[in-house]
């Protein structure tokens, strides 16, 4: 089992950045999909990025693209998201979740951290 585990988040004024962490504690990524999903307060959870452990694969949801970076410390067992250019909307907690590759959904998730950003 992997067990996520969120940090970096805090508050930023608009256009400002942020960079989040999850140590994703109990055994390799190897053959797993780790993403990042946020939730602003009343709204639905969405999907942020993801990426492929092993071969490295990035996907960003279209609010994102070209401000948010996901990657990938293997030594560490970590995965960032480099957030650049945030607005306001970008506002919400934001989780880090884990799935094996051969499975459609992500399965272990992280008690999430709070990204705020004023206007």
């Known amino acids: 089992q992997v067990q996520p585990v969120e940090s970096g988040g805090g508050l930023v004024q608009t256009g400002g950045s942020l960079r989040l962490s999850c140590l994703a504690s109990?055994?390799?990524?190897?053959?797993?999909?780790m993403a990042w999903f946020r939730q602003a307060p009343g709204k639905e959870r969405e999907f942020v990025a993801r990426i492929g452990w092993n071969t490295g694969s990035t996907t960003y949801a279209d609010s994102v693209k070209g401000r948010f970076t996901i990657s990938r410390d293997n030594a560490k067992n970590t995965v960032l998201l480099q957030m650049n250019n945030l607005k306001p909307e970008d506002t919400g907690v934001y989780y880090c979740a884990a799935r094996r590759a051969s499975v459609s959904s992500f399965d272990y998730w992280g008690q999430g951290t709070q990204v705020t950003v004023s206007s």
């Open positions: 109990g055994r390799t990524l190897s053959g797993y999909f």
